[in-house]
């Protein structure tokens, strides 16, 4: 069926029912034209006849504005960027337990022999000290505090005891490899440790199986956050 279009009294043409459906959609005729067609008595508005839908541009300002805020919307997680760890390779547990048999070893050989050396000049009988064993006593002291005042500047600074530094590893904090500094190499790691060993039965035992765990951190190294890896700084 071919329509009539009208449009402030000006005819627009005849047109079939598919291309006025179609105009309708694109916004070519609106609801207030006119349309005749055979057997009607009067002009009528399009309106009585097809059915209008209002039609959004495609990029209107609604459709590119922010949307707008849903106070009931789920909340999304800050996601914050690893900081990338270093890779650290960790020391064998045959270099630790080394470097702990070489730093008694040098204990033994600074303080122990002068102060053997010293009760061996004790002369039992008459139950007095000579000047020899005074000496000897002098020189262990000495010998205990600068090695004590060594191992404590290595130890704040790069992490190691003299044995370490001799194996070739160190102490670092776990897990961002950095230095440990006095309070974690020294004062947790070594005093408090050592406090704790005097006072729990059993503690050292314990506190040495814990190297076979997989990250091969003691107890101690997890009191002081710490673990000990190879030294690579002079590679």
Not at 41 to 58: D, G
């Amino acid at each position: 069926m071919d329509y009539h279009i009208a449009r402030n009294d000006q005819q627009l043409g005849v047109f079939a029912e598919p291309e006025i459906q179609s105009g309708i959609a694109t916004g070519r005729f609106s609801a207030d034209d006119l349309f005749w067609t055979e057997g009607m008595s009067e002009w009528q508005n399009l309106s009585t006849r097809f059915s209008f839908h209002v039609v959004q541009p495609i990029f209107s300002a609604a459709a590119t504005a922010a949307p707008a805020f849903n106070p009931y919307a789920a909340p999304k997680a800050n996601i914050v960027t690893p900081v990338m760890m270093p890779k650290l390779e960790l020391a064998s547990r045959g270099s630790r337990l080394g470097a702990a048999l070489l730093d008694a070893l040098v204990g033994m050989f600074v303080v122990g022999l002068p102060v053997v050396c010293g009760i061996a000049m004790i002369d039992h009988k008459k139950d007095s000290v000579s000047t020899g064993s005074v000496i000897c006593f002098v020189l262990a002291a000495l010998g205990f505090l600068a090695l004590l005042i060594y191992n404590i500047v290595l130890l704040s600074t790069q992490g190691q005891t003299l044995a370490k530094k001799w194996l070739g590893i160190r102490i670092v904090t776990h897990p961002d490899g950095q230095k440990p500094g006095f309070v974690k190499a020294f004062l947790l790691r070594s005093f408090v440790n050592g406090i704790i060993a005097q006072v729990v039965p059993f503690y050292p035992i314990v506190d040495a199986c814990f190297i076979f765990r997989e990250d091969q951190r003691c107890l101690h190294d997890m009191i002081a956050d710490t673990t000990v890896i190879v030294d690579n700084s002079g590679a």
